[in-house]
């Protein structure tokens, strides 16, 4: 039945309904890289995919998506939500969804269910066939199924993982993974991606799409009502879709022909929705730090870890000249003197190059991730990406004393050692000729 107001506005279906209708699917910035991430992981055989994200954020509606791509007549997946017993619960819920038993078969022991898997991965790769096992909520896993999760990921031959397995949760997951007792699991997950809230520019447009495909326009919402709309859901779409349908219902209600931000400012205080975003949901817009105080906060992280280097922490391979910025070039020079001592070495290979501070080119990068794609794939950009991330760095900042580090980092990606021997050489030859090239570096 459709909502009293659909037919007030001229709405076809219900615009907002919180179940996840795939015809509504959007997908944001952050859904298209994670979605891209998980196909990729799953497909190139990488064992380990993490995936987290805010309650609401639209991980089950990612995952329908994926599972819609994956559904090529060669991948074999299984999906479990909400699991609950023990390791051998786990494992008989797999092979059910498998097929591998029947839920009326009396219950084996874990050695049974385990040989069963085994068996089925085998034929799986020998058929050329991928098997993928998507497990949702897994942050209220206990400690001891998510051990038997790790030791799942010993099914495999020497070229490839016979299981890939996606482990899908919020936040808390990440901080389970951080315990000491489950360590050797972290250690084993090949890539992990965290889902961000909607950017107001983004809420606009799921909002109008929404309306758009259930027959109205964009403005049954004035742009007021949609600052408000992403302000008090924190840009979380499950709360975007129940402020617009009672902002909806609202506007019928006072017989209005949109939906106005005194409305939605109402609302949101009915539903206790406060103005201050949760931990991890600070929208992409907010105030952003300004680039002089952006500059200096690199200077600083930059000058201690260029004595980190002189200490011998980790090696150097700067590539390009230093930045024009007075308090970046007096710093640039100490740290120059000091790096080119007589008996000092910048690095730890045998290649001796003269130490140029500053910030890595986007030419370099581009450089970086043609000679990843032969051994990764199209994903090769976002892998970079991921891994400076993972640094803490920024792609369009990233200090050149850090670059060997991001070579290494990117080259564990790459399972050939033959490839991995390549690249290593290729950005070899790069680093010579951006050092003995300024230009290129501009």
């Given at each position: 039945?459709?909502?009293?107001?659909c037919?007030?506005?001229?709405?076809?279906?219900?615009?907002?309904?919180?179940?996840?209708?795939?015809?509504?699917?959007?997908?944001?910035a952050?859904?298209?890289?994670?979605?891209?991430?998980?196909?990729?992981?799953?497909?190139t055989?990488?064992?380990?995919?993490v995936l987290?994200?805010?309650?609401?954020?639209?991980?089950?509606?990612?995952?329908?998506?994926l599972?819609?791509?994956?559904?090529?007549?060669?991948?074999?997946?299984?999906?479990?939500?909400?699991?609950?017993?023990?390791?051998?619960e786990?494992?008989?819920s797999?092979?059910q969804?498998?097929?591998?038993?029947?839920?009326?078969?009396?219950?084996?022991d874990?050695q049974?269910?385990?040989?069963?898997?085994?068996?089925?991965?085998?034929?799986?790769?020998?058929?050329?066939?991928?098997?993928?096992?998507i497990?949702?909520?897994a942050?209220?896993?206990?400690?001891?199924?998510?051990?038997?999760v790790r030791?799942?990921?010993?099914?495999?031959?020497?070229?490839?993982?016979?299981?890939?397995?996606?482990?899908?949760?919020?936040?808390?997951?990440?901080d389970?993974?951080?315990?000491?007792?489950?360590?050797?699991?972290?250690?084993?997950?090949?890539?992990?991606?965290?889902?961000?809230?909607?950017?107001?520019?983004?809420?606009?447009?799921?909002?109008t799409?929404?309306l758009?495909?259930s027959?109205?326009?964009?403005?049954?919402?004035?742009?007021?009502?949609?600052?408000?709309?992403?302000?008090?859901?924190?840009?979380?779409?499950?709360l975007?879709?129940?402020?617009?349908?009672?902002?909806?219902?609202?506007a019928?209600?006072?017989?209005?022909?949109?939906?106005?931000?005194?409305?939605?400012?109402e609302?949101?205080?009915?539903?206790?929705?406060?103005?201050?975003?949760?931990s991890?949901?600070?929208?992409?817009?907010?105030?952003?730090?300004?680039p002089?105080?952006?500059?200096?906060?690199?200077?600083?992280?930059?000058e201690?870890?260029v004595?980190a280097?002189?200490?011998?922490?980790?090696p150097?391979?700067?590539?390009?000249?230093?930045?024009a910025h007075?308090?970046?070039?007096?710093?640039?020079?100490?740290?120059h003197?000091?790096?080119?001592?007589?008996?000092?070495?910048?690095?730890?290979?045998?290649?001796?190059?003269?130490?140029?501070?500053?910030?890595?080119?986007?030419?370099?990068?581009?450089?970086?991730?043609?000679?990843?794609?032969?051994?990764l794939?199209?994903?090769?950009s976002?892998?970079?990406?991921?891994?400076?991330a993972?640094?803490?760095?920024?792609?369009?900042?990233?200090?050149?004393?850090?670059?060997?580090?991001?070579?290494?980092?990117?080259?564990?990606?790459?399972?050939?050692?033959?490839?991995?021997?390549?690249?290593?050489e290729?950005?070899?030859k790069?680093?010579?000729?951006?050092?003995?090239?300024?230009?290129r570096?501009?």
């Open positions: 039945m459709q909502p009293v107001y037919a007030h506005f001229g709405l076809t279906r219900e615009p907002f309904n919180a179940t996840p209708d795939p015809s509504f699917l959007y997908l944001s952050s859904h298209q890289v994670a979605l891209a991430q998980l196909i990729y992981g799953i497909k055989r990488r064992g380990f995919v987290t994200g805010e309650v609401g954020t639209g991980k089950t509606t990612l995952l329908q998506s599972l819609e791509e994956l559904n090529d007549g060669h991948t074999r997946f299984a999906l479990l939500c909400d699991l609950t017993g023990g390791p051998k786990f494992l008989r797999l092979c969804d498998f097929g591998l038993t029947s839920p009326l078969e009396k219950e084996n874990i049974d269910y385990l040989t069963l898997l085994n068996q089925f991965l085998l034929e799986s790769y020998q058929k050329g066939d991928n098997v993928a096992v497990i949702d909520e942050q209220n896993l206990s400690a001891e199924v998510l051990e038997r030791l799942l990921s010993n099914f495999e031959t020497r070229q490839a993982k016979l299981l890939q397995i996606l482990l899908v949760g919020q936040p808390e997951l990440s389970r993974l951080n315990e000491p007792e489950l360590r050797q699991l972290k250690q084993r997950v090949a890539l992990r991606y965290h889902l961000t809230p909607l950017s107001l520019s983004e809420c606009k447009e799921y909002i799409k929404r758009e495909i027959g109205g326009t964009a403005s049954l919402f004035t742009n007021g009502a949609i600052r408000i709309v992403h302000t008090r859901s924190n840009g979380i779409p499950r975007v879709n129940i402020l617009c349908d009672n902002g909806l219902l609202s019928y209600t006072l017989r209005k022909s949109s939906v106005e931000p005194a409305m939605i400012e609302i949101a205080q009915n539903l206790h929705l406060t103005l201050a975003p949760r991890g949901l600070v929208a992409r817009e907010s105030p952003a730090i300004s002089k105080e952006t500059s200096l906060r690199r200077i600083n992280k930059w201690s870890e004595t280097a002189c200490h011998g922490q980790f150097i391979k700067p590539l390009v000249k230093p930045t007075p308090e970046f070039a007096r710093k640039s020079k100490t740290a003197r000091i790096l080119n001592t007589p008996g000092r070495s910048a690095n730890t290979s045998q290649d001796k190059f003269e130490v140029i501070p500053g910030f890595v080119s986007n030419r370099f990068f581009e450089s970086m991730a043609r000679a990843l794609v032969e051994a794939g199209p994903m090769a976002i892998i970079i990406q991921d891994q400076i993972a640094m803490g760095e920024s792609k369009n900042a990233f200090p050149t004393i850090r670059l060997t580090q991001l070579i290494d980092e990117a080259s564990r990606e790459i399972a050939n050692e033959e490839m991995k021997i390549q690249f290593h290729l950005m070899s790069e680093i010579h000729a951006t050092n003995y090239d300024p230009s570096s501009q």
